[in-house]
């Protein structure tokens, strides 16, 4: 594992999903992640979801075998998954929830009303070795909830704080930062490690990245898509410079 203040986590799901579109064998997910480690990446994110739209089981597999940076499997508390993650006991398994209509993850997991469910679903996780870590919109309840029920890792929604960026919303933008922060903080005084993603850009990573707390990013549509133009090494790279000039 990294010991960088900060770590950039790469999120490969949509060089699968091209991949996928045509139902070829290319764009291949593995030769990203292996570019992604050599650009820096302190880590791989692939999330399995149950209807495979891009990264399928044998994406998982294959980044176990080839990794030598951590692997943060994102998936949906479900049975299956469960025992995918217990097959292949990746670093680290990030629960996110997860409706099969939705184009991507719409919002943080609804802990607080689910938590007798959700602390024996990760129980057996943390039990084989993994790090377990709750994807939750930046509301104590959910911070609350989630230390209660055993999770060593919160992973802070930005996407509305990005939507409101997108939007020129700057007010509110401000808001949700504050909201931001202030759960950062509050996370960290309880003993959770904290993370952060979702939407987040070379214009928005900045404030986020700042925050003391924040202890790890994960991005990836954003650099996947820059690096149609620039190529996926330097996306990767300037990234990672913005996050380092934000925490400096």
Request: proline share 4%; charged share 30%; net charge negative.
């Amino acid at each position: 594992m990294s010991d960088r203040e900060l770590r950039l986590g790469v999120n490969i799901d949509h060089v699968a999903t091209v991949r996928n579109a045509r139902g070829s064998a290319y764009p291949d997910p593995l030769r990203a992640a292996r570019i992604a480690e050599e650009a820096g990446a302190d880590g791989i994110t692939a999330h399995l979801r149950e209807d495979r739209r891009h990264i399928s089981d044998a994406d998982i597999d294959g980044l176990m075998e080839v990794l030598t940076v951590p692997l943060n499997f994102e998936m949906a508390a479900t049975e299956e998954m469960q025992a995918i993650a217990l097959r292949h006991t990746p670093h680290a398994v990030c629960i996110v929830p997860e409706k099969r209509e939705e184009k991507t993850t719409e919002g943080g997991l609804e802990v607080a009303k689910d938590e007798n469910r959700l602390a024996h679903f990760i129980a057996p996780l943390r039990d084989a070795g993994c790090r377990v870590s709750i994807f939750i919109a930046a509301d104590q309840r959910q911070v609350e909830a989630a230390n209660r029920i055993g999770a060593q890792v919160i992973e802070l929604h930005t996407g509305a704080y990005c939507d409101l960026h997108a939007e020129g919303r700057f007010d509110e933008r401000d808001e949700e930062l504050k909201r931001l922060q202030d759960m950062a903080a509050f996370a960290h005084a309880c003993g959770l490690e904290v993370h952060a993603g979702h939407g987040l850009t070379f214009e928005t990573v900045g404030p986020v990245a700042a925050i003391p707390e924040v202890r790890e990013l994960n991005i990836g549509h954003f650099i996947i898509g820059e690096a149609i133009f620039r190529g996926l090494e330097p996306a990767i790279r300037e990234m990672r410079a913005i996050m380092d000039a934000a925490r400096a």
